[in-house]
């Protein structure tokens, strides 16, 4: 490891992230990593104390900064905060994320041995109470996610996309960053550009960031409805963009309301197809749920069923006209000169 490491701005869309946002700093401000580091939280219209816990950021520590996102959407609030950074390496962290120790030291190294773009590694799932332990279960499961490595773990190498990302910066300027109408999936959909453009995105199981489940069965179901949708939008501004996996979640949704109307219908039988996908996801919930309390594994079935469900809805229900919108709004984000650091506040 050389002793001059190159400079890191993290960036940081946030919007209401009063439970997280200190202790997500914190993970980034205690990271064991000797070059210039800082960290640009773009703000979204919060309606708790978000950005009261931002400016007591700023104000304890210099290399903290804002910048506003009137919008509140993500790809918004990244390009913002990417304009307002400054150094040549670009690492992506979401308010409920919680990097480990060494992440960013272990991801300029891969950048460097590796020549990638953008590398990332596993969004590690792990809840506070009962609830949030069965949805990080499912979250980290192949019963769950299918064999996405940065959900489940796997080996290092190439991969479509990967969980936040740290990139060059060039990477980045070159695309004209994140596409702002891409409410979800702006992750997928901007390292399909990269690799498009001849770039690299590689998965490394070193790098490992904690994230915190989304807190209720209603938060859970319109994160995952709004997945799906974008998907599919992914799907139609980039064909040949799709594979077996993400159509597996339509595909039961179609399934099982088709047997459950022949149930009610034609015959009783076809209740076999809801009744063998309950079955499926009781069984597939048992190893999920191990070392965990009777409540968590109890719930992780509803878990499942909820990701599964508004998932393979939201990309069923996808409106056409989400990809025309976003086919004619493209326009460049982020330009290749050097922006001035952001200013705290």
Same mark, same amino acid.
């Given at each position: 490891?050389?002793?001059?490491?190159?400079?890191?701005?993290?960036?940081?869309?946030?919007?209401?992230?009063?439970?997280?946002?200190?202790?997500?700093?914190?993970?980034?401000?205690?990271?064991?990593?000797?070059?210039?580091?800082?960290?640009?939280?773009?703000?979204?219209?919060?309606?708790?104390?978000?950005?009261?816990?931002?400016?007591?950021?700023?104000?304890?520590?210099?290399?903290?900064?804002?910048?506003?996102?009137?919008?509140?959407?993500?790809?918004?609030?990244?390009?913002?905060?990417?304009?307002?950074?400054?150094?040549?390496?670009?690492?992506?962290?979401?308010?409920?994320?919680?990097?480990?120790?060494?992440?960013?030291?272990?991801?300029?190294?891969?950048?460097?041995?590796?020549?990638?773009?953008?590398?990332?590694?596993?969004?590690?799932?792990?809840?506070?109470?009962?609830?949030?332990?069965?949805?990080?279960?499912?979250?980290?499961?192949?019963?769950?996610?299918?064999?996405? =490595?940065?959900? *489940?773990?796997?080996? /290092?190498?190439? +991969?479509?996309? %990967?969980?936040?990302? #740290?990139?060059?910066?060039? @990477? $980045?300027?070159?695309?004209?960053?994140?596409?702002?109408?891409?409410?979800?999936?702006?992750?997928?959909?901007?390292?399909?550009?990269?690799?498009?453009?001849?770039?690299?995105?590689?998965?490394?199981?070193?790098?490992?960031?904690?994230?915190?489940?989304?807190?209720?069965?209603?938060?859970?179901?319109?994160?995952?409805?709004?997945?799906?949708?974008?998907?599919?939008?992914?799907?139609?501004?980039?064909?040949?963009?799709?594979?077996?996996?993400?159509? =597996?979640?339509? *595909?039961?949704?179609? /399934?099982?309301? +088709?047997?459950? %109307?022949?149930?009610? #219908?034609?015959?009783?039988? @076809? $209740?076999?197809?809801?009744?063998?996908?309950?079955?499926?996801?009781?069984?597939?919930?048992?190893?999920?749920?191990?070392?965990?309390?009777?409540?968590?594994?109890?719930?992780?079935?509803?878990?499942?069923?909820?990701?599964?469900?508004?998932?393979?809805?939201?990309?069923?229900?996808?409106?056409?006209?989400?990809?025309?919108?976003?086919?004619?709004?493209?326009?460049?984000?982020?330009?290749?000169?050097?922006?001035?650091?952001?200013?705290?506040?």
């Amino acid at each position: 490891m050389p002793a001059q490491q190159p400079a890191v701005s993290v960036i940081m869309p946030v919007l209401n992230e009063e439970r997280h946002l200190r202790d997500s700093v914190r993970h980034i401000l205690g990271q064991e990593y000797a070059g210039e580091m800082e960290v640009v939280i773009a703000l979204g219209p919060s309606t708790d104390r978000t950005d009261e816990i931002a400016a007591e950021l700023v104000r304890e520590d210099p290399r903290v900064h804002t910048v506003p996102n009137p919008t509140g959407r993500t790809p918004a609030a990244l390009n913002a905060a990417i304009k307002a950074s400054r150094h040549p390496i670009v690492v992506r962290v979401d308010g409920h994320g919680m990097l480990s120790p060494n992440y960013i030291a272990t991801a300029v190294r891969l950048l460097e041995e590796t020549g990638a773009q953008n590398v990332g590694g596993i969004m590690h799932a792990e809840g506070e109470n009962a609830w949030e332990d069965a949805v990080a279960a499912a979250m980290t499961s192949k019963i769950g996610v299918g064999n996405a =490595a940065f959900h *489940t773990g796997g080996q /290092a190498g190439p +991969a479509e996309t %990967v969980y936040l990302g #740290v990139f060059r910066r060039e @990477a $980045l300027e070159q695309q004209d960053g994140y596409n702002v109408e891409f409410i979800r999936a702006q992750d997928w959909e901007l390292n399909f550009r990269i690799r498009e453009a001849g770039g690299l995105i590689w998965f490394s199981p070193e790098l490992k960031v904690q994230y915190r489940p989304r807190p209720s069965v209603r938060a859970l179901a319109k994160q995952y409805k709004d997945y799906g949708r974008w998907r599919h939008v992914v799907a139609r501004y980039h064909s040949g963009s799709i594979n077996l996996r993400y159509l =597996a979640p339509p *595909t039961a949704v179609c /399934a099982i309301a +088709a047997g459950l %109307v022949a149930g009610a #219908v034609l015959t009783p039988w @076809a $209740l076999v197809i809801p009744a063998g996908y309950l079955a499926a996801i009781t069984a597939g919930s048992v190893p999920a749920g191990k070392g965990l309390s009777l409540k968590a594994r109890a719930q992780i079935p509803v878990a499942l069923a909820t990701m599964h469900m508004c998932w393979g809805f939201g990309f069923l229900t996808s409106p056409r006209s989400l990809a025309n919108k976003v086919i004619a709004s493209r326009r460049p984000a982020v330009q290749a000169d050097t922006a001035p650091a952001a200013q705290g506040g």
